[in-house]
């Protein structure tokens, strides 16, 4: 398959260039040129296939022309070694926990895949340069799912950079292993600042030409695409349950879009999705909307214009139709406390914020005659703080807040900065 820019440039690049560049020479990000379908047998038994045997012919549909088969069915087992339970919390409402792998967020999926298909890539001397350097902007648990997926990964450097007032989550349950080639980076400002840093590095010729920079963010396309699997994995376990799938909805949290980026490519590629909710945290104002049929964002989030909503916007206007289909939702601070509760002690069931805000899109707006799904996207011990002041209750395994390196001084925000403290940690 080839990618192109979401910039329009006409050039299109292999999966090998897209992976370990992420950015195109025009400062656009990757897509590919056309949506493969899914071969609709797939849907005739899709009820009695396992998780990794549908996110292998997933994965092969999406990745089959660039890997070899086999190697894929490796990359997908190896990915998926953990549950993704689809729990039922009332009629036609359904919890897909994507929580239960090594770091306990939805992003030990594409970090681990990506890792693995930057290996193969490696191994089979399609990456010419080594090592590479993989930059993280992250002000939650981004950081730590990279560094657990590349952790001592030769060839392979891993740069996070993250705010300071913002240590790096890790799970309470394990404790946080620390390999020589990840570094985590505090930088003095916002997530913003730290994200606008890590664009500047891409753009930087010096330091792409020394450092080999890609990301490991959802900016990366081999992190994207791997979260299609969750919604045919959660098809299909609806099948399984007999559970009418006709009309079925989904609800996710949005923060960098990757999520919803990667919902709507499942619905191009055949998946039966008749509406998706976006639920976004705001105040006094929303955080997105439709608006004459591409998708918008507020100053607060234009952090996502660089990336993923440009692919969503991308794949609107090739198929208007999609940008029918999806309704945005904003929730506040005491909104979100009160779904939390509500889901406590209704069901007994426990979820972070961001879960929270897809839970309550769902209740809210689902009809009666449709089938709804909300993502839940980290464990509810990593939001243990806030569970404890709204709940009153302790949760155990409480994360511990860690740097992935020894400590160092923190660096402003500025190229100059950056520059420095990469190129001086290169050897």
Same mark, same amino acid.
């Given at each position: ?31 590919? @040129?056309?949506?493969?379908?899914? !071969?609709?047998?797939? $849907?005739?038994?899709? /009820? &009695?296939?396992? *998780?990794?045997? #549908?996110? +292998? ?38 919890? @897909?926990?994507?929580?239960?792998? !090594?770091?306990?967020? $939805?992003?030990?999926? /594409? &970090?681990?895949? *990506?890792?693995? #298909?930057? +290996? ?308």
């Amino acid at each position: 398959m080839r990618y192109f820019s979401t910039n329009g440039s006409r050039t299109s690049v292999d999966l090998c260039e897209a992976v370990t560049h992420s950015f195109a020479p025009d400062g656009g990000v990757y897509m590919p @040129l056309s949506i493969p379908v899914i !071969p609709k047998a797939l $849907f005739n038994n899709i /009820g &009695a296939m396992s *998780m990794t045997d #549908i996110a +292998y012919v997933v994965s092969s549909t999406l990745f089959g022309s660039d890997v070899d088969p086999a190697v894929l069915n490796d990359i997908v087992k190896e990915t998926l070694s953990f549950d993704i339970p689809l729990v039922k919390l009332g009629k036609g409402i359904y919890s @897909l926990e994507l929580f239960h792998g !090594p770091t306990r967020t $939805f992003k030990d999926v /594409g &970090a681990r895949f *990506m890792a693995r #298909i930057i +290996y193969h890539f490696m191994k089979n001397d399609r990456i010419q340069a080594e090592p590479i350097s993989l930059l993280v902007a992250t002000q939650g648990d981004t950081g730590y799912a990279v560094a657990k997926a590349f952790g001592n990964m030769p060839g392979v450097r891993v740069f996070v950079f993250y705010p300071s007032n913002r240590k790096l989550r890790v799970p309470g349950h394990i404790p946080p292993a620390v390999a020589p080639n990840v570094m985590s980076v505090e930088v003095r400002g916002t997530l913003d600042d730290c994200q606008d840093l890590v664009r500047r590095a891409y753009e930087d010729e010096e330091l792409n030409e020394r450092l080999h920079l890609t990301s490991a963010n959802s900016i990366n396309i081999a992190r994207l695409l791997p979260q299609t699997f969750f919604y045919f994995y959660a098809f299909s376990r609806l099948r399984a349950m007999s559970e009418n799938t006709d009309k079925l909805v989904f609800a996710m949290p949005c923060g960098n879009l990757g999520n919803l980026t990667a919902a709507l490519i499942a619905r191009q590629m055949g998946l039966p999705i008749s509406r998706i909710m976006a639920a976004g945290k705001g105040h006094e104002r929303l955080w997105g909307e439709m608006q004459n049929g591409i998708l918008s964002v507020n100053h607060f989030n234009q952090r996502a214009l660089c990336t993923n909503l440009a692919r969503i916007n991308c794949l609107i206007e090739h198929n208007p139709s999609l940008g029918d289909i999806v309704d945005c939702h904003t929730y506040n601070y005491d909104e979100i406390a009160s779904q939390i509760s509500l889901m406590y002690s209704s069901c007994n069931y426990l979820m972070d914020r961001n879960t929270a805000m897809a839970s309550r899109s769902l209740a809210e707006n689902k009809k009666d005659d449709e089938t709804g799904v909300f993502l839940a996207t980290a464990h509810p011990s990593m939001y243990a703080d806030a569970l404890h002041e709204i709940l009153g209750i302790t949760i155990p395994d409480k994360p511990a807040m860690h740097r992935l390196y020894k400590e160092r001084a923190p660096i402003s925000p500025t190229l100059p900065a950056i520059r420095h403290f990469l190129l001086d940690n290169i050897s």
